[in-house]
């Protein structure tokens, strides 16, 4: 390299104790990262009911846009992941190697935001799971539904949240256990029961794309004009204009819709354990790409085509708890199934969901637990995420993230939740979409098994800042304080990478961070562009922020 003294103020030296316990094992290609990430179209079930809730009619070409942005972005994740095909954790960790020569603390953010915001989806996927279970087995004002225990008021950080027990908590819990027994074999494994698991239940959401498509039930009404949604202070609904309104929820839509459509940027957190990365990891983002625009382009067109404006009122859609049944209703209208028959397709619809939304709580553990699997071994997060059972699974990491979700659970709003997530979510997007041009710049002769045509890379910038615009704007709409507070999450890396550099490692990075920088000296090509991409990345969110015009918050 030269050594990483030179470029962050620290030393290396193997402090030992992070992968004594083995290591992740190179027996994935692929087809099976492929199905490992098969889960992430399912998010579109997480997201859908409140971005249709909220700008109303547009949303369908708000997920269009998203799924292309975030396909375009995919190609700089190639490149980077292709530097560190000894690495597992995705995105996150191959971008904080760009930014370590700079500030040791800006790279750890890069990683600790990219596992904040996808280690929620174990929670939200379970309790959506679970809420589609109550739906359709008990009545909404059933004494099982209403029945909660209230355990803690977090009414400071959102109005009306707060920690509780009650049956959908409980059920999402033991689908929580679940999936994490699943895991305990290691990727290739993990992988193969989720190709059963992907076969079956991308289905429904193939169904519900093609089925209009194919039968013409496409009501130009419902998707026209593509006017925002707007509510008066009496709470009624109405189409609005492009003004000030407009826009913000449209940036809202945005910030929310990419917290789901880029997620297929998970195929890369299996680097480690492919049989041939330089071939897999590009093969595997863009397969999983393809899939994705697929599934995000068409099932919000279908969606907001059988709704409409009125339908979209009901507060179920709002909260996702009715989208199934939505979702299932295309279906045996395309079919011309009617009668008893009709209820007995939807309860198998509604069924399969709930696996797709499993589906992607595996995609999510495997991960997000590889994350933080990574971010150890890199000397960011604690020694003991690093240890690995006899199978190659990174098991503290996923006991960690168990955890962690177990007092998710108990939110009284999970899409409070994900909103808060998310702020992490695009901090990580932008940092990484920046490390493309930050390793181009500093590792020009770096062997690239993917190289991302140079224009792609500075595109990928680009949306990066339009993805701060986003958020600056549209995070707030979704709940006051939500940017506050999605900030706050951010810096709480802070702590934790000082416990683990300045007590645990007593300011020396490992050895094995060594093997980043071993083929090239340490030269800061880039300069101060780095900081001057973070002080324009300032600039952008507290503009936008302060631009925006909110209308009445979402929920």
């Known amino acids: 390299m030269g050594d990483v003294a030179t470029m962050s103020g620290a030393a290396i030296t193997d402090v030992g104790g992070v992968e004594e316990s083995g290591q992740l094992h190179r027996s994935l290609d692929w087809k099976g990262a492929f199905w490992a990430s098969s889960g992430v179209p399912a998010g579109v079930l997480l997201t859908i009911g409140g971005i249709a809730t909220m700008i109303g009619q547009p949303s369908w070409v708000i997920f269009i846009a998203s799924i292309m942005m975030g396909f375009l972005q995919s190609f700089v994740y190639a490149e980077i992941a292709g530097l560190y095909p000894h690495k597992s954790g995705g ?56 029945w909660h225990i209230t355990l803690l008021d977090l009414g400071f950080i959102r109005d009306k949240l707060t920690l509780r027990i009650n049956a959908v908590s409980i059920i999402g819990t033991a689908f929580l256990l679940l999936t994490f027994a699943l895991q305990h074999g290691g990727a290739a494994k993990a992988a193969s029961a989720q190709k059963i698991l992907g076969i079956a239940c991308l289905a429904p959401l193939i169904l519900v794309g093609f089925v209009p498509l194919i039968t013409g039930d496409l009501p130009t009404e419902n998707l026209f004009p593509l006017l925002p949604l707007v509510r008066d202070a009496a709470g009624n609904a109405h189409f609005g204009t492009w003004d000030g309104y407009g826009l913000t929820l449209m940036a809202a839509a945005m910030f929310a819709a990419g917290w789901s459509t880029y997620g297929f940027e998970t195929a890369v957190c299996y680097t480690r354990e492919f049989k041939d990365p330089a071939r897999d990891t590009p093969r595997a983002l863009i397969a999983s790409g393809i899939l994705c625009i697929v599934i995000f382009a068409l099932v919000p067109l279908a969606f907001q085509a059988s709704l409409g404006l009125e339908a979209m009122m009901d507060p179920r859609i709002g909260d996702g708890s009715g989208v199934a049944l939505a979702l299932a209703t295309i279906v045996t209208k395309g079919l011309g199934v009617t009668g008893g028959g009709a209820v007995v397709v939807a309860n198998i619809f509604i069924a399969t969901l709930i696996l797709s939304l499993l589906l992607i709580v595996m995609t999510s553990m495997m991960g997000s637990s590889r994350t933080l699997y990574q971010a150890a071994v890199d000397g960011w997060l604690p020694k003991y995420l690093g240890r690995v059972n006899s199978h190659g699974a990174p098991t503290a990491a996923m006991w960690t993230d168990l955890g962690f979700n177990l007092i998710l659970m108990l939110a009284s709003d999970y899409f409070a939740v994900l909103m808060i997530s998310n702020v992490c979510y695009m901090a990580f997007n932008f940092l990484n979409l920046q490390s493309g041009w930050i390793h181009r710049m500093d590792r020009p002769n770096w062997e690239r098994p993917f190289r991302c045509p140079t224009w792609l890379l500075a595109l990928g910038a680009v949306l990066g800042f339009a993805n701060m615009a986003f958020m600056g704007a549209g995070a707030d709409v979704y709940g006051a304080g939500t940017l506050r507070n999605g900030l706050i999450g951010v810096l709480l890396i802070l702590p934790v990478f000082a416990f683990r550099h300045y007590v645990q490692d007593k300011c020396v990075f490992p050895a ?5 920088f071993a083929e090239s000296p340490a030269v800061k090509r880039a300069g101060v562009l780095p900081w001057v991409a973070l002080a324009a990345c300032a600039v952008v969110v507290w503009g936008a922020h302060s631009l925006a015009k909110l209308p009445v918050p979402v929920g």
């Open 512 to 516: 094995a961070m060594s093997e980043d």
């Open 91 to 146: 995105a996150s960790v191959y971008g904080a190697a760009a930014w370590l020569p700079y500030s040791k603390f800006v790279a750890p953010i890069s990683v600790w935001c990219n596992w904040l915001a996808w280690s929620p989806v174990l929670t939200l996927g379970t309790s959506l799971a679970a809420g589609y279970i109550m739906a359709s087995l008990f009545a909404p004002d059933s004494a099982l539904n209403t």
